[in-house]
């Protein structure tokens, strides 16, 4: 099956226009065969993925499609706004609620969510000029060190794999809304874990129809309680009471001050989570410049959309002090089931925890997925076994995927031990740390991508329809400064716990575990194979590089010959 980018919204980043060089000088056509045909070659060389994505499926997708290189538009926009949403926003927002207070948290994760732009802004730069399987890793390979592309890849690998563990925590606490402790966390663990993983023991086009399903219930879940929360202000209900800021006046509004602060950073950054699948899948995509320079407006603005007109409803509908928020001394529960309950409404709170369910099971699927992939990808460039990048008869990673279930199982079970919110906050704080150390590898790798074509002359940003980030270097710089600050949260945040309990050990390795991981691993790679960073004089900037072929120069040309509003309308529509 077969899919073609349609003519549509193309961001106007673009230095030339092929009417300006002519098409003659605009693209090396024999060439773009010749690279895709070794890069196909080389990407089925330990096995060929499946294809099992019907269009429908690929429209509603989550995020992590089985068939990448088929992804269209509208994958991708419909992809930026299902992968967004999932327990970090209908429930970890209540931890951040309760430990920072409304002022706190509106400014953490908006201050988070700003992050999105940079990522994609600093990363759709490289993954256009070069769609490579790998996408980051590789680059910070070929332009940095071999040692911080297995940072990069274990870090994605530990953080994706450390959200099944966590899911199975969160999936714990939508149970316990019904059964008010009465039902084992033990079975409850064992009860999503087999519900999560089973799903890849069987045909891939199961995990597909799985991905369709709860793509289309979150969505509808999130448009039910962006409805429900602004009927809920204004009185909603037979309990209801009209909302005027209550709960930002009669309560403080910022809570244990930094540390207060910071934890709601770290609560964001693993709720809003990395976006680098989004380069990966536009890495294989029809036409990465379409689809990557596509993405860099219309997924950061539909996360902030998401995240923040959720977070503002939340912050006006349930205080800071509810004990039922978790972490709180009452039953866990989301904040958003917490205002359907005070208002007295029926039912719907019931409706809305399972739903949640639903989608804490997809989120779980959806991170087994992408952690295999990126362990068979760090072995498929041989930085770790490459046997581990072997793929069976029906197109699955074998290995990666007994890796990571494993690994997710036993961080699922720790839980038994320490106490479910306890080991949560671990898991968080290691996800957490996966995500803005990829940022900072990726600002870092942009930087220095821009160095190795400064070095070598290279007019890649002079040709045809070349995409350059706006600003640069604002995007890799501004994604830089707020990941050091993430980092500065997580150090400040196991040195001063909220509460005032003073310094532990335990709370600071609670808040440092995947920190010390990464860093240790990275470390410890460098010092075992010594390899050297690259020069930017000799960095490669030839392997995988993608020139655009005629036909599609030729439909950017017709693309602007249309009016400026069929323009956006492009950018608005869903279907």
């Known amino acids: 099956m077969s899919f073609t980018a349609p003519v549509q919204a193309m961001p106007n980043n673009e230095k030339t226009t092929s009417k300006e060089m002519g098409n003659d000088t605009a693209l090396q056509p024999t060439q773009s065969i010749d690279d895709a045909s070794l890069i196909e070659l080389q990407e089925n060389k330990n096995g060929q993925f499946h294809r099992s994505f019907t269009p429908r499926q690929v429209h509603v997708s989550e995020g992590v499609l089985n068939a990448p290189s088929e992804c269209t538009e509208t994958a991708y926009k419909i992809i930026s706004l299902g992968s967004n949403i999932g327990s970090g926003l209908f429930i970890a927002t209540g931890k951040a609620l309760a430990t920072a207070g409304p002022g706190n948290m509106v400014i953490a994760y908006l201050m988070v969510c700003s992050c999105v732009w940079g990522v994609l802004q600093s990363l759709s730069e490289m993954t256009i000029a070069f769609p490579v399987s790998g996408n980051y890793i590789d680059y910070a390979d070929r332009w940095v060190d071999p040692a ?7 870090a994605e690998w530990l953080g994706w794999t450390a959200i099944v563990a966590a899911e199975a925590g ?4 939508l149970i316990q809304f019904w059964a008010e402790g009465s039902f084992p966390q033990a079975a409850t663990i064992t009860i999503f874990l087999v519900a999560c993983l ?5 045909p891939n086009t199961v995990f597909a129809w799985f991905e369709y399903v709860t793509s289309l219930i979150k969505i509808f879940l999130f448009l039910l309680i962006i409805t429900l929360s602004l009927a809920l202000v204004f009185g909603a209900g037979p309990n209801g009471t009209f909302h005027h800021g209550e709960t930002w006046t009669e309560h403080p509004a910022f809570l244990n001050g930094f540390a207060g602060f910071a934890n709601a950073a770290l609560l964001a950054t693993w709720a809003v989570g990395d976006q680098v699948f989004i380069g990966i899948i536009g890495g294989e995509a029809q036409s990465p410049r379409f689809s990557m320079a596509h993405a860099t407006k219309l997924v950061p603005f539909r996360v902030n959309f998401i995240y923040m007109i959720s977070i503002v409803f939340i912050t006006i509908l349930v205080p800071s002090t509810d004990d039922r928020l978790l972490g709180g001394s009452g039953v866990a529960a989301s904040p958003f089931v917490i205002a359907i309950q005070d208002s007295g409404i029926p039912a719907i709170a019931s409706i809305l925890n399972a739903g949640m369910m639903c989608g804490v099971l997809a989120i779980a699927a959806e991170s087994v997925y992408i952690s295999s992939r990126v362990l068979r990808t760090m072995a498929h460039q041989k930085l770790i076994p490459e046997r581990f990048a072997k793929v069976d008869d029906k197109g699955r990673p074998r290995w990666a995927l007994i890796i990571t279930a494993v690994v997710a199982a036993f ?3 720790i839980q038994l031990s320490s106490g479910g919110l306890e ?7 290691i996800t957490s740390a996966s995500y803005f150390s990829n940022w900072i590898i990726i600002a870092f790798t942009n930087w220095r991508f821009h160095r190795a074509l400064k070095a070598q002359n290279d007019p890649l940003f002079d040709q045809v329809y070349a995409w350059k980030s706006s600003a640069w270097p604002l995007a890799p710089g501004w994604l830089m ?10 150090f400040a945040a196991g040195i001063n716990p909220v ?5 532990t050990a335990y709370n600071f390795f609670q808040y440092m575990i995947g920190v010390l991981l990464i860093v240790g691993f990275t470390i410890g790679y460098k010092l075992i194979f010594r390899m050297p960073w690259r020069d930017p004089r000799t960095a490669d900037l030839k392997t995988g590089r993608r020139h655009l072929g005629i036909e599609e120069i030729n439909q950017l040309d017709e693309y602007y010959k249309m009016s400026k509003w069929r323009r956006f309308g492009t950018y608005i529509q869903l279907w």
């Open 198 to 202: 089973v799903i890849f023991l069987l």
């Open 148 to 154: 911080l592309a297995f940072g990069a890849g274990f």
């Open 411 to 413: 961080l699922g079970y």
């Open 170 to 173: 969160f999936f714990n606490v």
């Open 481 to 490: 400064l707020i990941s050091l600050l993430l980092l500065v949260c997580c």
């Open 423 to 429: 080991a949560l906050s671990w898991l968080i704080s």
């Open 499 to 503: 509460g005032g309990a003073g310094f």
